[in-house]
């Protein structure tokens, strides 16, 4: 389904656009994320809608495969959020240590605080914090909406899962330019 309409309360979710994130392999796929959340977040304020600008800290507890977990804190900047989303007094900001946005941190308090019924994702990575923060949105009630060109995944095959296998279920997808148009 593609992006019909955003509610009058929506708010804009930037996941882990920070320091330690952002110079991993992969990092010239951020430029263009950077770029669009950028816009995003300027339109956001301008709207006066909320910014929530998110990192990550730490790693849920538990064995994986894949070795995602975090031993120990992490490097005094590698969760600096970048410059270029101009983070603004006004700004909500979240620190996460597991993939979603919502676990432990008092977002879905905040959004519910402040009357949103709809936030727009964008971030990295695509398949996990941004997913993940996806479903954990969708189960609280919110609408949802996934802007596919601000976000991006070192793994190219679970991108493409997630934007279009999964994404669909949970809200609808649009890109920058059909969310600017449409607040």
């Known amino acids: 389904m593609a992006l019909t309409t955003l509610d009058p309360k929506s708010a804009l979710i930037v ?16 430029a ?6 950028t816009e995003l977040v300027e339109a956001f304020r301008a709207h006066k809608l909320p910014v929530i600008l998110v990192n990550v800290a730490g790693a849920a507890p538990g064995r994986s495969e894949q070795g995602s977990r975090m031993d120990g804190p992490p490097p005094a900047e590698w969760t600096v959020l970048i410059p270029e989303l101009n983070q603004q007094p006004e700004d909500h900001t979240v620190t996460k240590k597991t993939w979603g946005a919502f676990t432990n941190t008092g977002l879905a ?20 914090g941004v997913e993940s923060t996806a479903r954990q949105a969708q ?3 919110f609408n949802v909406t996934l802007v596919i060109d601000a ?10 899962n997630s934007v279009t296998r999964i994404f669909p279920r949970l809200g609808e997808t649009g890109t920058t330019q059909d969310v600017l148009a449409l607040l």
């Open 109 to 128: 308090d905040y959004l519910k605080e402040k009357g949103v019924t709809q936030v727009v994702l964008a971030g990295v990575a695509t398949s996990i």
């Open 32 to 37: 263009p994320v950077i770029k669009h959340s």
């Open 151 to 160: 976000m991006a995944d070192m793994n190219a095959d679970a991108h493409l």
């Open 15 to 30: 996941i882990d656009l920070q320091n330690g994130i952002v110079a991993m392999p992969a990092a010239d796929l951020v």
């Open 139 to 141: 189960e609280l009630g």
